[in-house]
């Protein structure tokens, strides 16, 4: 099953990232799939990566953070552009990118997240 989502990046924001080795950020978004979620299905690996302004992201510009229910943790690079991690079948998730001090796009830049569960 695959999906993707659409969003305008928001203005700025800051902290450290909660995925390792927890990089400050300069803004985040979230993924929820218009409100649905991304439902797994029976897949038991996720593929995800981003496009900002029709441009693929490198990995290496964000760190992506799943959550399911109470359950969260963060994808690892694969590749360049691709981050991985091995979800449960039948679970909804949600993602957050945290873009890295120096990566972020512009505010109002169109962001797709385009996810894969196998």
Partial sequence: MSYQETLSMPGPSG?????????AYDAK?????GGNLFPSGTGTTCVASLTAGG???ANTDYNLQWLSGLTKGCLA???TNNKTFGCTA?????????FLTGHAPAPGTSIVITVAFS
């Avoid at 039948?90 to 945290?98: D, E, S």
């Fill in 15 to 23: 902290g450290n990232s909660p995925c390792p080795p927890n990089n």
């Fill in 29 to 33: 978004i979230s993924f929820t799939n």
């Fill in 55 to 57: 441009n693929a992201v």
């Fill in 77 to 79: 690079n694969s590749g």
């Fill in 90 to 98: 039948n679970k909804n998730y949600t993602f957050i990118a945290f």
